[in-house]
């Protein structure tokens, strides 16, 4: 068994990791799909109330966050859905109510200390108990399984709107449901990574899936997938390496999506060289031009020098050669 395996506060992290690891990718995708990348930061803002109330009254700090987060999360989408203010400054404003409040309860509490403000703020998942175990994994259940049922209803609200509202969904219902789960997610998330890095594990794997994912149903599996991985990797990295675990864990995911980008943009370099190759080929392909053809896709490709090319408007794109199992035939 390896070593970090044998302390029960890392079989305790670890876990931890992996329900925040999946639950904040499902619902960050929406976010993404919506531009409200950042309502995460404003979410863990008003959490860290929450928190301090909690700490400031001696009740459990996980459930006076999570009320707290799901007041302010439904009240805002309630605010954006009725028009009064617009969505970006009821945002503005739940952020920095939030950490404001925050900050001067957890200084009237005795136990109000630097340390017990950094643990919110940046996590603490080494200190995670039994307690905090189960309320996590109860809350994140919760996240998956209603995501997961809704996610054709969300996807569609996300897209559009007011098209969604004309074809009979209850778009405000949706959309408050979500502003829920993420106050919820944030609330799961906040000792693994920090009420001020949850947003990063939220939407960052969710880009990093969309630069290779074909279709948004495998977006969402490779988001958590790459949530899941970054949050366990990023626990035992910080083990072994006397790193913070919340920074760690967004580092890592950062890091997976430079190297996509990176790898899309090498690949985008090559299929245009590619193509301006084929553009400036002098040759004309045609009926009797004495190459081999092959159909594709309702149109013909061109064998020559082991190059596969297909005329479109004046010039030619180049296929990669040998894509389809059919034979040549010759004209």
């Given at each position: 068994?390896?070593?970090i395996?044998?302390?029960d506060f890392m079989?305790h ?6 329900l ?8 960050g995708?929406f976010l993404v ?9 404003g979410?863990?803002h008003?959490?860290?109330?929450g928190v ?7 009740q459990?700090p996980?459930?006076t ?11 805002i ?9 617009s969505?970006?400054v009821a945002?503005?404003v739940?952020f920095?109510?939030?950490i ?7 200084s009237?509490?005795a136990?109000?200390?630097p340390?017990n403000l950094?643990?919110?703020?940046f ?10 175990l189960q309320?996590?994994?109860?809350l994140a ?9 809704l ?5 569609a609200?996300?897209?559009d709107?007011e098209?969604?509202?004309?074809t ?5 219902a ?7 789960l993420t106050a919820?997610?944030?609330?799961v998330?906040?000792?693994v ?6 947003s990063?594990?939220m939407?960052?794997?969710n ?18 997938i ?5 949050a ?11 790193t913070?675990?919340?920074g ?8 997976l ?7 899309n943009?090498l690949?985008?370099?090559i299929?245009g060289?590619?193509h301006?190759e084929?553009?400036?080929?002098e040759?004309?392909?045609g009926p009797?031009?004495?190459h ?10 061109y ?8 005329p479109?408007e ?9 894509e389809t199992h059919?034979d040549?035939v010759k004209?």
């Open positions: 068994m390896p070593e395996l044998t302390f079989q992290a670890l876990l931890a990791a992996l925040v690891g999946i639950a904040a990718p499902m619902v995708v799909q919506r531009r409200l990348s950042l309502i995460g930061d979410m863990g008003v959490a860290l109330a301090a109330v909690g700490v400031f009254t001696h459990a996980v459930l966050a999570l009320v707290f987060a799901i007041v302010a999360a439904v009240g989408e309630l605010v954006r859905a009725r028009g009064r203010t969505g970006d945002l503005a739940m920095y109510g939030g404001a409040l925050g900050v001067v309860v957890f009237l509490s136990d109000g200390t340390t950094d643990s919110y703020l996590g603490s998942i080494s200190t995670t108990t039994n307690t905090d309320q996590f994994a109860v259940i919760v996240v998956v399984g209603v995501t997961w049922a996610r054709p209803r969300l996807f609200v996300a897209n709107e098209y969604s509202r004309a009979g969904l209850r778009v405000t949706l959309n408050i449901t979500l502003a829920v919820v997610t944030v609330v998330s906040m000792r990574v920090g009420l001020l890095l949850i990063a594990l939407i960052v794997p880009a990093t899936a969309q630069l290779v994912a074909g279709s948004f149903r495998s977006a969402i599996r490779i988001a958590v790459i949530g899941a991985f970054c366990v990797g990023g626990v035992t990295t910080a083990y072994y390496v006397n913070p675990p919340g760690t864990i967004v580092l890592m995911a950062i890091a999506f430079l190297a996509a980008a990176s790898y943009a690949r985008g370099r299929a060289r590619r301006l084929a553009e400036q080929h040759h004309e392909h009797d031009c004495g081999p053809t092959i159909e594709h896709d309702h149109h013909v490709d064998l020559h020098d082991g190059h596969r090319h297909a479109h004046g010039h030619y794109d180049e296929h990669h050669p040998l059919e040549p004209h």
